[in-house]
């Protein structure tokens, strides 16, 4: 089972892309800078809050926008996967499997 | 149809966690520091690059470094939407939505 | 000589967050996830640019955009520097020192 | 009284890229991509802590690390603030100076 449809969502972005003329700015630098700048924005949100108060976010008025950003950071890193030929679903997996091995489980 | 299995991933990142008693470490303010800190790692790969040898790194031998960065990224992003509640699926089809109506396309 | 008037700095700064009761929030991981966001904005204004644009920045309406980022990224880094009890002066000096051991010069 | 000594700093860190031929590598862009690897290495220092340990950090084996993470920070700065012509020593003043504005003293 595919546990994220990485076929789709390039679908998806590319034609998005394409059709606002947006191909040209996609290079693997630029969305890295991207990926840094919404990484930024989520790290604005919490910047200030004290561990208990992030727990609670998702009840605030900032719930919105905490997922939007998450969205973001998602959508650019696909792309990135995307422009540089990277199955973002064998990739993942492989990591999983990769971190499984390198850190055995304590207990069951 | 699913662009991301929010549910098969998050049992195999809860159990991953959950086996190695790393759920009292993940707050959401720790997972957005590990973030930039992948982020960090996959921006230092490409730092000193020009922008044709950015595109020609995955016939490189960093191509599995890359790779493995990437996946690092969609894990503490992951793993964050679920500390927070956020189902990213939803979310990530939210916004893509959303930009296609802040964003009208030039042409077909 | 001293590169950075940390102490001029220190004393500026500590007022300043004394006299809007900011200390309580300038722990340091409050302060790293500040400076990832300062960093994310300098990213932002930088991420569709292709190389020969940002070197004319400083020449666009954006000049003075960059010129705050940029100090903001330090006055986070120094308040981060203070909470640790680091001398930054004296830590960008002794860095000098070893970068210039670690990399030896090609030529004069 | 200057509070940062640019014309020293810029000095050596200019005399450091020529005689390493770095100079056609130092970009404003691949210099923020450095800014974003390097804070990206300080968030990795302190990702897992509690805020307590955090503040501990400096009595640990990691304090010269840190030490040195904060001096990266500055310099990579420092050399972007030179590359687009910002004279962080005033930039930095004139943040002071708009912060002092933008956010009056709650008190003496």
Redesign the interface.
């Known amino acids: 089972?595919?546990?994220?449809?990485t076929q789709?969502?390039e679908q998806?972005l590319a034609e998005?892309a394409r059709?606002?003329?947006w191909d040209c700015?996609h290079?693997?630098?630029?969305l890295?800078?991207?990926?840094?700048?919404?990484?930024?924005?989520?790290?604005?949100i919490?910047?200030?809050?004290?561990?208990g108060q992030?727990?609670a976010?998702?009840a605030s008025g900032e719930a919105e926008h905490?997922?939007?950003e998450?969205?973001?950071?998602?959508?650019y890193?696909m792309r990135?996967?995307m422009?540089?030929?990277?199955d973002?679903d064998a990739?993942?997996r492989?990591?999983?499997a990769?971190?499984?091995k390198k850190?055995p489980?304590?207990?069951?």
Chains 1, 2, 3, 4 share one sequence.
């Open positions: 089972m595919k546990l994220i449809e789709a969502l998806a998005f059709q606002r003329d700015f290079t693997p630098r630029s890295i800078l991207a990926l840094t700048g919404e990484v930024g924005e989520l790290a604005e919490f910047q200030w809050l004290r561990d992030a727990e976010i998702m905490v997922r939007q998450v969205a973001d950071v998602f959508l890193l990135l996967a422009v540089l030929g990277i973002l990739a993942v492989d990591k999983i990769l971190n499984a850190y489980p304590l207990h069951d």
